[in-house]
């Protein structure tokens, strides 16, 4: 928990007191100078009319107001003034008795109030804001050089410590020694060993580096700074470095600790990268404040420990990373199929489920899904049971929950027409029949042609039976042989194409461009890298969008041949498959189109029956042909 404000209660007491005065000096400038008796209000207009009707008997003019009576000691009336020269006369020529009225008794009150109350105006608020900027509040004026870093302190009943961390054994291995230095640190200094000062957890997004920080504060018991890169920059120059200033000297009174920043890409991006020109000077001297700050930490501050998080390491300033700041990496990786049964026992603890619900099955169904994502699945499963009004999640709520994550939300109201349906159906089961036929791919858990999402028609859902780190050419090129069944399959039985294989092609030519440009797996262009993407970012699959180096032009023409060729390879290879198949394609068709969905030992059973009687043949001319087409030379 956030640890309390602990400001004098007389401090904020006497500004309070102050504030309320300021205000009733205020509002006093605003009230009559003086009060007078109670009177009737009258027009000028009528004013006027009595006087020349010889009605009125006495009157008192002053310069906001008139006030006179029609008989002495009788009732008062008043108006307001108009401005006319001419009204002593008129009064006088009626025989009213008038007089001005006397300067108020506290008109030098007044006149002393409008040469006190500006600068009290103006001290007061001055004082508001420094108060809250003493407080420590984000809003106040004075507290933008201030640190914005939130300090938590927790009790036994909201620690986070190492076991509500699962499926990161070995990043939680490298931090027990971050713990048993902040407990023990004599027992290493007296050795000499010298603890590092910078941690950087490095990982793709969702993969816990944030609660993983907050353990190791739980586990070691101590004041637990959070802060993240962004909140160090502003419009204002200097600001950014003032605030890690401000976050040191704080830590420093709170030692031992530690100091969490997220995301410190946001100040910590190279400054050889051209990005720190004009308005980005500023992050800039915020980083140079942070490095300075790191290295600045003396005897009496050795027990701080800079912990970072950041999903992008490689745009980092080498600076940071070097021995003495950020000398220590942990990577924080998506789990295997061990973490993701661990994680999800963690966040099932607080659903209620089913006895027959298996987490193990859920996490060989979920490859690839880091921590938050399981979490997130095992809400949605939770949400849909209660949406059913069961008394217990479910198996099958498990499985939708995975679907609605991976696919999209089922729309059932987008309705096909007939013609639409008979396409999908057909293309869908290409795709499922060419992926049964392909050596080392997933395997086939369930065919649907009931829309999904922003735009998925229908869907093959793949499963893999286990956690798999590497793809040889053959896998990559079945991969891509299934990409196209979809399309294939509509060749094959309606002589045409439609326009729902985009996305297929799509994935089928990145995966062969990262085969040529990335893997090296190409006869013509060698063992050579010709794309960068791996230096980019972290990926999900091992894939992103390919961003070429500078090549020359035969190159580049090179590369698109050999892409051609593998993605044409491939889409011959599934057309010979579902040409063999084309019974069985057609019966698996019109079942799903009766069912809408397909799936489990059913659907397996039926795309067992897939041949490949003259596919071996057929494969072995295509890579004949593919080897001839390698010999033909080609300037790169």
């Known amino acids: 928990m956030p640890i309390k404000d602990k400001k004098p209660q007389q401090r904020r007491t006497a500004n309070w007191i102050f504030l309320v005065i300021s205000a009733v000096l205020v509002i006093s400038t605003f009230l009559p100078s003086s009060f007078s008796q109670a009177a009737e209000k009258v027009p000028y207009s ?34 307001m003034p108009v401005f006319d020269l001419n009204l002593p006369t008129l009064l006088q020529e009626n025989g009213v008795e008038f007089s001005a009225q006397p300067a108020s008794g506290n008109a030098w009150f007044g006149s002393l109030l409008s040469w006190v109350i500006p600068p009290l105006i103006f001290v007061a608020v001055w004082r508001f804001f420094l108060m809250r900027g003493q ?53 290493f200094t007296e050795l000499g060993a010298r603890i590092p000062k910078g941690v950087l957890l490095v990982g793709p997004p969702g993969t816990g580096k944030t609660l993983l920080a907050k353990a190791v504060a739980g586990e070691a018991g101590v004041p637990f700074f959070s802060i993240s890169g962004s909140e160090f920059i502003e419009m204002f120059v200097g600001v950014g470095s003032s605030r890690v200033r401000d976050l040191f000297e704080q830590a420093k009174k709170q030692a031992p600790c530690i100091i969490f920043i997220d995301e410190l890409d946001a100040i910590g991006k190279s400054r050889s990268s051209g990005g720190f020109y004009g308005g980005n000077d500023e992050r800039e001297q915020t980083l140079n404040q942070l490095l300075a700050e790191m290295d600045g930490f003396g005897v009496e501050d050795s027990t701080i420990i800079v912990l970072a998080a950041t999903n992008r ?80 999640v479910e198996q099958q709520d498990f499985a939708e929950a995975i679907e609605r994550v991976v696919a999209g939300l089922e729309k059932r109201s987008r309705v096909l027409n007939d013609k639409e349906k008979e396409i999908v159906a057909y293309h869908e089961v290409g795709h499922a029949l060419v992926g049964a036929a392909m050596p080392g791919t997933d395997q086939v858990e369930k065919i649907s042609i009931v829309p999904r999402g922003m735009a998925a028609l229908g869907y093959t859902l793949q499963l893999p039976t286990e956690d798999r780190f590497l793809r040889d050419e053959a896998e990559l090129k079945g991969q891509i042989a299934t990409m196209l069944g979809g399309r294939s399959a509509e060749e094959v039985i309606f002589g045409s194409i439609t326009t729902g294989a ?102 397996r059973a039926m795309l067992s029956q897939v041949q490949l009687k003259d596919s071996a043949e057929s494969v072995a001319q295509l890579k004949e042909a593919h080897i001839e ?5 080609v300037e790169v």
């Open 46 to 79: 009528a004013f006027i009319t009595q006087v020349k009707e010889h009605k009125v008997a006495s009157a008192s003019v002053g310069e906001k107001q008139i006030q006179y009576q029609l008989e002495p000691g009788g009732a008062v009336y008043e108006t």
């Open 135 to 187: 407080g420590g509040g984000q809003g106040g004026v004075f507290s933008i050089g201030k640190s914005r870093a939130k300090i938590y302190v927790e009790d036994e009943d909201t620690k986070i410590k190492f076991t509500d961390v699962a499926g990161v054994d070995e990043a939680k291995t490298e931090l027990v020694e971050i713990v048993d230095f902040l407990q023990n640190s004599k027992r």
């Open 313 to 392: 390491p490689e745009i980092l300033d080498p600076a940071l990373l070097r021995p003495g700041r950020f000398d220590r990496q942990v990577l924080v990786d998506r789990p295997d199929l061990k973490g993701r049964d661990a994680i999800l026992n963690i966040h099932a603890k607080e659903v209620k489920l089913a006895d027959e619900v298996d987490l193990r099955a859920i996490a060989t169904r979920t490859p690839g899904f880091a921590g938050a994502d399981l979490a997130n699945l095992v809400n949605e499963a939770a949400l849909l049971a209660a949406r059913n009004h069961r008394e217990a």
């Open 502 to 603: 985009a996305n297929d092609l799509q994935r089928a030519t990145d995966v062969a461009e990262q085969m040529v440009t990335s893997y090296g797996m190409s006869q013509v262009l060698g063992p050579l890298a010709y794309d960068r993407s791996k230096q980019n970012n972290f990926l999900d699959n091992g894939a992103a969008p390919n961003a070429r180096r500078m090549v020359s032009d035969e190159t580049a023409k090179a590369i698109d041949a050999e892409v051609k060729n593998i993605v044409e390879s491939a889409h011959q290879r599934a057309l010979t498959i579902l040409r063999d198949n084309r019974d069985l394609l057609v019966q698996i068709s019109k079942q799903l189109l009766e069912e809408e969905v397909m799936e489990g030992d059913a659907l």
């Open 629 to 633: 087409a390698d010999k033909q030379p």
